[in-house]
């Protein structure tokens, strides 16, 4: 698992998509062959940071996509600047990606 | 708009939401698969301090909400699912007040169920 970023800057905004790999389960499904319920997994929360800033925080709910995609501009990074990105789900596991901005 | 959603927003937020055209909710008017239906958010007001995404239909309307610093241009992006044809919320919080859209999207298969 890991989070893949693109960040693109355009004009004075950059462009930031995230793709993160996870099954998001609802926890609503029914598994055919036992008839027993699927937990629900998902990713609980998402946060982007610029220059050691907190720059954007999300929290799913699994009424999100599976492979979640986001995405979101900031003002203020220039090219050759690092965003990093870290998710947790709700089993605790914790996954992280980085893009820097073309 | 739901009474439920608006209640929901209100337990959120602690303020009671009141439509606006300066939300811009885009989702398509038929999702095809409800499994993955896109959907953008984006405004005009100033000083937004969050977004938050509903559906009315699902078992548990609130999908995703999105806290913003400054550095953040009020228009974010991500995909959800759909359980059925329901009315999207998208609420909008700047300033101690709560704007929303909304949107009913028409699903043809439901993104929900096994």
């Not at chain 1, 905004?13 to 997994?41: C, F, S, W």
């Not at chain 1, 003002?75 to 050759?80: A, L």
């Not at chain 2, 927003?9 to 939300?23: F, N």
């Not at chain 2, 984006?42 to 969050?50: G, K, L, P």
């Given at each position: 698992m890991a989070i893949k970023g693109k960040a693109k800057l355009r004009g004075e905004k950059v462009q930031v998509k995230l793709l993160i790999k996870h099954v998001?389960?609802?926890?609503?499904?029914?598994?055919?062959?036992?008839?027993?319920k699927i937990p629900a997994y998902h990713i609980t929360e998402v946060v982007g940071s610029w220059e050691g800033k907190e720059v954007f925080r999300s929290n799913l709910g699994p009424a999100v996509s599976k492979n979640p995609y986001l995405s979101f501009q900031l003002k203020g990074p220039s090219v050759g600047d690092t965003i990093s990105f870290s998710s947790v789900d709700n089993k605790g596991i914790k996954d992280s990606g980085a893009a820097v901005v073309k | 708009m739901s009474t439920e959603i608006d209640k929901a927003i209100g337990e959120l937020y602690g303020h009671p939401p009141q439509a606006s055209d300066l939300v811009k909710l885009k989702v398509p008017d038929i999702a095809e698969n409800g499994a993955v239906v896109p959907i953008s958010v984006s405004t005009d007001i100033e000083n937004v301090e969050s977004i938050s995404i509903y559906v009315e239909g699902n078992p548990n309307p609130l999908a995703a909400t999105f806290e913003l610093s400054p550095y953040i241009v009020a228009a974010v992006s991500t995909r959800i699912k759909m359980g059925k044809t329901s009315n999207v919320v998208a609420a909008v919080y700047s300033g101690g007040t709560v704007y929303t859209a909304t949107q009913e999207v028409k699903v043809t298969i439901g993104g929900c169920g096994g």
């Amino acid at each position: 698992m890991a989070i893949k970023g693109k960040a693109k800057l355009r004009g004075e905004k950059v462009q930031v998509k995230l793709l993160i790999k996870h099954v998001m389960e609802t926890g609503l499904r029914v598994d055919a062959e036992t008839g027993n319920k699927i937990p629900a997994y998902h990713i609980t929360e998402v946060v982007g940071s610029w220059e050691g800033k907190e720059v954007f925080r999300s929290n799913l709910g699994p009424a999100v996509s599976k492979n979640p995609y986001l995405s979101f501009q900031l003002k203020g990074p220039s090219v050759g600047d690092t965003i990093s990105f870290s998710s947790v789900d709700n089993k605790g596991i914790k996954d992280s990606g980085a893009a820097v901005v073309k | 708009m739901s009474t439920e959603i608006d209640k929901a927003i209100g337990e959120l937020y602690g303020h009671p939401p009141q439509a606006s055209d300066l939300v811009k909710l885009k989702v398509p008017d038929i999702a095809e698969n409800g499994a993955v239906v896109p959907i953008s958010v984006s405004t005009d007001i100033e000083n937004v301090e969050s977004i938050s995404i509903y559906v009315e239909g699902n078992p548990n309307p609130l999908a995703a909400t999105f806290e913003l610093s400054p550095y953040i241009v009020a228009a974010v992006s991500t995909r959800i699912k759909m359980g059925k044809t329901s009315n999207v919320v998208a609420a909008v919080y700047s300033g101690g007040t709560v704007y929303t859209a909304t949107q009913e999207v028409k699903v043809t298969i439901g993104g929900c169920g096994g």
